[in-house]
């Protein structure tokens, strides 16, 4: 399988390169895994055809963290936790963390001139309180 | 433009072999070959062709399989502060 994986700041600059992307290759089809995550992961994924099949993956900075600590994560406990198996505690605190990502990065897209998405705010200090309990989940022992 | 081929353990979270080439993608993509052949029977190891622009680009999108041990929960905190900290500022 042949792929690209691009990093950018925030959802903004993600959704932009997105629509270059689909400008330049109007057949490919965008999976958008910011709104249905899998199993946490989220994501902006292009498939493009040129002529065979090419995912690009375009990535915030958080989403791209976030992924990183899932793939470390699974090395250790086993591939089925990045397909929701796994110990449930560190499933479990793997999900909160990326919902607490999801909110950071709204908060973000906030402040460089984005929509104030409230619930998303709120949803960060509320998150903010059980970090500590995340991170002792996810640190590997 | 450089390519790397690595081989790297899941199981110990390792980087048992790589191969950087540049601007020679041939060569890069027949040690690609190569090693999925020799690491056949040894399902945890990943055989994997990456290029960039950098080495030190593919240190940022493939941490994973460079540097394992950087990548922690604790990074994603300092991450979360960061990212809090500059909204406030």
């Known amino acids: ?141 | 433009m450089i390519d790397v081929v690595v081989a790297y353990d899941r199981a110990s979270a390792r980087l048992l072999e790589q191969h950087v080439y540049t601007s020679d993608a041939p060569s890069a993509f027949a040690k690609r070959l190569e090693l999925e052949l020799a690491y056949r029977e040894r399902p945890d190891v990943e055989v994997v062709l990456l290029s960039a622009a950098t080495y030190e680009d593919l240190k940022v999108s493939h941490a994973r399989y460079f540097d394992p041990q950087s990548i922690s929960a604790s990074q994603l905190e300092a991450l979360s502060h960061e990212v809090l900290k500059r909204r406030a500022s």
């Open chain 1, 1 to 141: 399988m042949a792929g690209a994986r691009i990093i950018v700041f925030d959802a903004g600059d993600q959704d932009q390169l997105v629509r270059d992307i689909a400008a330049g290759f109007p057949t490919s089809i965008i999976d958008d895994k910011r709104k249905s995550p899998m199993h946490g992961y989220r994501a902006v994924h292009v498939i493009v055809s040129h002529p065979l099949p090419y995912e690009i993956q375009v990535r915030t900075t958080l989403e791209h963290a976030w992924a990183q600590l899932s793939e470390r994560l699974a090395d250790h406990y086993g591939f089925e936790l990045k397909y929701g198996g796994g110990p449930t505690s560190v499933r479990d605190a793997l999900l909160a963390f990326s919902d607490f990502f999801a909110a950071l990065g709204a908060l973000v897209a906030d402040g460089r001139g984005g929509v104030l998405n409230e619930q998303a705010a709120q949803n960060a200090q509320v998150m903010l309180t059980r970090l500590p309990e995340i991170l002792e989940a996810l640190e590997i022992k």
